[in-house]
């Protein structure tokens, strides 16, 4: 049995060794094509067929677009000289609509920034064709039957009386097809990241359409990825309640992922911490796909929805209610958006992980520490003692048993030596001894066994929360979201050199290296040998592994091994167990 609750104990912790490296040496690098470092786009609408679904799922528009030339490589900057553009100023936003196709393809977050700097450029989340890497969103109507009106494209330029779009004022675009349809978009901002963008035609001439309505993310080229199993970027979407996540080499060996009749839903493109996705109208039936092409040498990525076709009679119009969010992906405020607009499950864009039903939670808590201290450090070490707190009646179980295994050492011993040669003799004399003692050698597992979820999710929330992102602690610690910066291999700094990933050992992971060592002294030693060196060799391995992960987890680490010490030691001492 003692053999059985080392072993247990083994697996469990090497599990997470396994997750470290996997961390650490997970990540793909590939080479970049120079040719791919600039790249441009041109894109017709979507063409639909009669069963609302795009014929031609090309990204960028599925239909033509491997007719057209690429655009010459240009920076950003020029790119947006290139059309006239509505300016959007918000609290949180910075960009512009361009005029010419009335896209949405200029978006900076004023709010955050590339580095801790403060001078460091805004986070740009769209960039217009022509620029390096064309990111941006799309809406508008394609046309079905036999009568196909000419319908604005990328090149048609809207018109409107108003220079800027603010929050509360919303601004209309118009532009007119020459042959009786009148095109016009309304679009909306609010204060955070949210549009809402509404399309109507009027019909004054003599002939009858059928129209679509359709909304999409384009995106150019693979962005600078992670690259890490537990973390999902790419396209992604929410259909009846359920996410789907498709990864971009899943996508560029598909080439096209769709889902039929769905109401209401999202589709679009999530970062780490950024998310630009398009909605329908929540009550709206829609068709939603997954795209990629290989066009110029460029992978083409695109999600869309198109919905269901309206007849437009001669003298009539028809309308359409879309919703675009481009920006930071607060936990908070995607809860907001579904409660308030009706989006499903907005929420799944932020990458949760397996244990969502206590990541999201252990979120909220933290969220609301948070607002009680003032710092999200200390927000993890309260959150970690009412976690201890929780499991202090199976940790006080299991630390008396432990006391109980330690205290019978020299008596295990005994049998060590006295059945060195008979195995079977030392097991049988090993259960009868816990037997007569009433002890549970198993009982020392649990506490592990129950912190491993709990480390999983306190980990994806400091991983995969904007609100972790850059948010400092005290002293050295300027980004919980990121590892202790100083470095045991540079004296902390007063030497000038850079070593590799695997020298990396700041000041908190020593620390946590440390109390853990101390944990370990406090527990009984495994009977075997090979095994007692091996768990006293962890605590090393375990201060390399986790140098690297965010800064803020080592702290709940190395703060919870010091609880799990204090509340051993005192266990210990009343059961008169020599300590040591």
Same mark, same amino acid.
């Given at each position: 049995?003692?053999?059985n609750?080392?072993?247990?104990?083994?697996?469990?912790?090497?599990?997470?060794?396994?997750i470290?490296?996997?961390?650490?040496?997970?990540k793909?690098?590939?080479?970049v094509? &120079?040719a791919?470092?600039a790249?441009?786009?041109?894109?017709?609408?979507?063409?639909?067929?009669?069963?609302?679904?795009?014929?031609?799922?090309?990204?960028?528009?599925p239909?033509a677009?491997?007719?057209l030339? &690429?655009?010459?490589?240009v920076?950003?900057?020029?790119?947006?000289?290139e059309?006239?553009?509505?300016r959007?100023?918000?609290?949180?936003l910075?960009?512009?609509v361009?005029?010419?196709?009335g896209?949405?393809?200029?978006?900076?977050?004023a709010?955050?920034?590339?580095s801790?700097?403060?001078?460091?450029?805004?986070?740009?989340?769209?960039?217009?064709?022509?620029?390096?890497a064309?990111y941006?969103?799309e809406?508008?109507?394609?046309?079905?039957?036999?009568a196909?009106?000419?319908?604005?494209?990328?090149?048609?330029?809207?018109?409107?009386a108003t220079?800027?779009?603010?929050?509360?004022?919303?601004?209309?675009?118009?532009?007119s097809n020459?042959?009786?349809?009148?095109?016009?978009r309304?679009?909306?901002?609010?204060e955070?990241?949210?549009?809402?963008?509404?399309?109507?035609?009027?019909?004054?001439?003599?002939s009858a359409?059928?129209?679509?309505?359709?909304?999409?993310?384009?995106?150019?080229?693979?962005?600078?990825?992670?690259?890490?199993?537990?973390?999902?970027?790419?396209?992604?979407?929410?259909f009846?309640?359920?996410?789907k996540e498709?990864k971009?080499?899943?996508?560029d060996?598909k080439?096209?992922?769709?889902?039929?009749?769905?109401?209401?839903?999202?589709?679009?493109?999530t970062?780490?911490?950024?998310?630009a996705?398009?909605?329908?109208?929540?009550?709206a039936?829609?068709d939603?796909r997954?795209?990629?092409?290989?066009?110029?040498?460029?992978?083409k990525?695109?999600t869309?929805?198109?919905?269901?076709?309206?007849a437009?009679?001669?003298?009539?119009?028809?309308q359409?209610?879309?919703?675009l969010?481009?920006?930071?992906?607060?936990?908070?405020l995607?809860?907001?958006y579904?409660e308030?607009?009706g989006?499903q499950r907005?929420?799944?864009?932020?990458?949760?992980?397996?244990?969502?039903?206590l990541?999201?939670p252990?979120f909220?808590?933290?969220?609301?520490?948070?607002g009680?201290?003032?710092?999200?450090?200390?927000?993890i070490?309260?959150?970690?003692?009412?976690?201890r707190?929780?499991?202090?009646?199976?940790? #006080?179980?299991?630390?008396?048993a432990?006391?109980?295994?330690?205290?019978?050492?020299?008596?295990?011993?005994?049998?060590?030596?006295?059945?060195a040669d008979?195995?079977?003799?030392?097991?049988?004399?090993?259960?009868?001894?816990y037997? #007569?003692?009433?002890?549970?050698?198993?009982?020392g597992?649990l506490?592990?066994l129950?912190?491993?979820?709990?480390?999983?999710?306190l980990?994806?929330?400091?991983?995969?929360?904007?609100e972790?992102?850059?948010?400092?602690?005290?002293?050295?610690?300027h980004d919980?979201?990121?590892?202790?910066?100083?470095n045991?291999?540079?004296?902390?700094g007063?030497l000038?050199?850079?070593?590799?990933v695997?020298?990396m050992?700041?000041?908190?992971p020593?620390i946590?290296?440390?109390?853990m060592?101390?944990q370990?002294?406090?527990?009984?030693?495994?009977?075997d040998p090979i095994q007692?060196?091996?768990?006293?060799i962890?605590?090393?391995?375990?201060?390399?592994?986790?140098?690297?992960?965010p800064?803020?987890?080592?702290?709940?680490w190395?703060?919870?091994?010091?609880?799990?010490?204090?509340?051993?030691?005192?266990?210990?001492?009343?059961?008169?167990?020599?300590?040591?």
């Open positions: 049995m003692s053999d609750r080392n072993m247990i104990l083994f697996v469990a912790l090497t599990a997470m060794v396994l470290g490296w996997e961390y650490m040496f997970g793909s690098f590939q080479p094509d &120079p791919q470092q790249l441009s786009t041109q894109t017709a609408a979507p063409t639909p067929s009669t069963s609302a679904v795009p014929s031609a799922p090309v990204p960028g528009a239909a677009i491997a007719a030339a &690429p655009s010459p490589e920076l950003r900057s020029k790119a947006l000289s059309a006239p553009r509505l959007i100023s918000t609290p949180k910075h960009g512009s361009s005029l010419a196709g896209r949405l393809d200029d978006i900076t977050l709010k955050f920034r590339e801790l700097d403060a001078a460091s450029p805004e986070i740009v989340m769209f960039s217009p064709a022509g620029s390096a064309p941006y969103a809406f508008g109507w394609v046309a079905a039957g036999e196909r009106p000419t319908l604005p494209g990328p090149d048609s330029v809207w018109t409107t220079p800027t779009l603010e929050p509360g004022k919303p601004v209309t675009l118009s532009w020459g042959e009786g349809l009148t095109f016009l309304t679009i909306e901002v609010d955070e990241y949210m549009f809402t963008i509404t399309d109507q035609v009027k019909n004054d001439g003599a359409y059928s129209l679509a309505p359709y909304g999409l993310v384009s995106r150019t080229d693979k962005p600078k990825l992670e690259n890490l199993y537990i973390l999902h970027e790419g396209p992604i979407g929410v009846g309640g359920a996410s498709v971009y080499e899943d996508l060996e080439g096209e992922v769709v889902e039929k009749n769905v109401t209401g839903g999202w589709v679009g493109i970062d780490k911490y950024w998310l996705a398009v909605a329908p109208d929540p009550k039936e829609v939603a997954f795209l990629h092409r290989r066009l110029d040498q460029h992978d990525y695109q869309d929805f198109l919905g269901r076709v309206q437009l009679a001669p003298g009539a119009s028809i359409f209610k879309s919703y969010f481009a920006g930071a992906k607060h936990v908070l995607l809860d907001v579904s308030k607009l989006i907005l929420d799944l864009a932020i990458d949760f992980g397996w244990f969502y039903f990541t999201k252990f909220y808590i933290l969220q609301w520490l948070h009680l201290l003032g710092n999200f450090g200390l927000a070490l309260a959150m970690t003692v009412f976690l707190g929780l499991m202090f009646p199976l940790a #006080n179980k299991s630390y008396k432990m006391s109980k295994m330690k205290a019978l050492q020299p008596q295990m011993k005994e049998l060590q030596t006295k059945f008979d195995k079977n003799r030392l097991n049988q004399e090993m259960m009868a001894l037997k #007569n003692e009433k002890v549970n050698p198993m009982a597992c506490p592990i129950v912190q491993i979820p709990i480390f999983f999710a980990y994806k929330v400091l991983y995969v929360t904007i972790m992102r850059h948010a400092p602690f005290y002293g050295w610690i919980l979201s990121a590892p202790d910066p100083t045991l291999f540079t004296l902390f007063l000038p050199w850079n070593p590799p695997f020298m050992l700041g000041i908190w020593i946590m290296g440390v109390t060592y101390l370990q002294k406090l527990n009984p030693q495994p009977a007692a060196r091996m768990f006293m962890l605590p090393f391995v375990f201060t390399f592994m986790l140098a690297t992960f800064a803020g987890l080592v702290i709940y190395a703060w919870s091994n010091v609880l799990s010490i204090i509340q051993q030691w005192v266990i210990m001492k009343r059961m008169g167990v020599k300590v040591g």
